[in-house]
């Protein structure tokens, strides 16, 4: 199984400031079709969660453009330019190259 | 409108059994692959598992604590998804939710007590 992990795991960050996250997978998150399925959530408390970044840096409709997710392998990251306030709650990032496996999820909360 | 949404859920003995149904409704559903995901109070994201879109064979894929125990099926003809949920345990309780499998489309979640 792919054990996917996520640092930190807390993240308190000044407004207007950026802020940085990384995931790391146990084996390479190449798929058979050459593509890497690594997404990133965030979710609220008691919402539903919402995809953000797809196959790595692909920004999903709606998202604001300070959300940017980069990596290749086994070696991700998700970065928000300029924190703001609705930008709080906990990032996830999910590979679905090999079955599906979450990390343990990021809590960003404003200082 | 695009959308999934849950139904089933609430709270049953250890060893008894649940179905939670999925409603999906916007997309062709026939061919897109549908996962469950479950969220423990309080903790992270837990995949449980997949079943593949028709045309590729709606093949299921689940995790290892829930293998043997869940079946994750689909009725196309009712664009409707199911997870059977059987020897249920206290470390099932959660909240359910199903998804796209690539996440980019999910439900709003049901909760599961497994509880004496």
């Known amino acids: 199984d792919v054990v996917v992990t996520q640092s930190p795991l807390s993240l308190p960050v000044t407004l207007g400031q950026p802020a940085s996250i990384s995931c790391r997978s146990s084996q390479s998150l190449v798929s058979s079709d050459g593509n890497t399925y690594l997404n990133w959530f965030h979710q609220r408390p008691g919402r539903s969660p919402r995809r953000l970044i797809n196959?790595?840096?692909n920004r999903d409709s709606g998202v604001p453009d300070r959300f940017s997710g980069s990596g290749s392998g086994t070696d991700f990251t998700l970065k928000i330019s300029r924190v703001e306030a609705e930008d709080v709650g906990t990032y996830y990032c999910?590979?679905?190259?090999?079955?599906?496996?979450f990390g343990q999820g990021t809590k960003l909360e404003i200082k | 409108e695009v959308q999934l949404v849950e139904s089933g859920g609430g709270l049953v003995k250890p060893g008894e059994s649940l179905r939670l149904s999925c409603a999906a409704s916007?997309?062709?559903?026939?061919?897109?692959?549908m996962s469950w995901v479950r969220q423990a109070p309080g903790k992270g994201l837990e995949w449980v598992g997949l079943i593949a879109g028709n045309s590729s064979g709606g093949t299921t894929d689940y995790a290892a604590p829930v293998k043997g125990r869940f079946t994750i099926s689909r009725d196309d003809s009712q664009n409707t998804l199911s997870l059977q949920m059987n020897s249920l345990k206290s470390e099932d309780t959660a909240v359910y939710y199903c998804l796209t499998t690539g996440g980019g489309l999910w439900g709003q979640g049901k909760l599961v007590t497994v509880s004496s």
């Open positions: 196959k790595v840096s």
């Open positions: 916007g997309f062709t559903f026939k061919e897109a692959w």
């Open positions: 999910m590979q679905s190259s090999h079955s599906s496996s």
